[in-house]
């Protein structure tokens, strides 16, 4: 059983920042390409960008490009998304995921592709 728990969310105001972490736990987890995926009522979810197993390749999407960064703690089996310049157009709900294979790379962005999820946290931007 995989296990992925994220932390981080809340509320902060426009132009501010937070730091979500996504720790993965489970007997049989590998750790393999580990995404982030936002979503909001009615939408599909987004992909907010992606980690590969070494941490040396990261991809993101054109909305958060330049503000998001993904970083990982491989020893710790933690990922973490900073969020900065952050915009009410990115509150939602945010959303951990961890491939299941080595064929997933950080330029696959769809989140079907995707094996284990997080049970998300609330981002919430204030204008």
């Known amino acids: 059983q995989v296990q992925l728990v994220e932390s981080g969310g809340g509320l902060v105001q426009a132009g501010g920042s937070l730091r979500l972490s996504c720790a993965a736990s489970g007997r049989t987890f590998i750790r393999y390409t580990m995404g982030w995926f936002r979503q909001v009522p009615g939408k599909e979810r987004e992909f907010v960008g992606a980690i590969s197993r070494s941490g040396s390749s990261t991809n993101y999407g054109d909305s958060v490009r330049g503000r998001f960064t993904i970083s990982s703690d491989n020893a710790k089996n933690t990922v973490y998304l900073q969020m900065n310049s952050l915009k009410p157009e990115d509150s939602a709900v945010y959303y951990c995921?961890?491939?299941?294979?080595?064929?997933?790379?950080?330029?696959?962005?769809?989140?079907?592709?995707?094996?284990?999820w997080g049970q998300g946290t609330q981002v919430t931007v204030s204008s």
């Open positions: 995921a961890a491939a299941e294979t080595a064929y997933i790379t950080v330029g696959v962005t769809t989140s079907r592709a995707y094996r284990y």
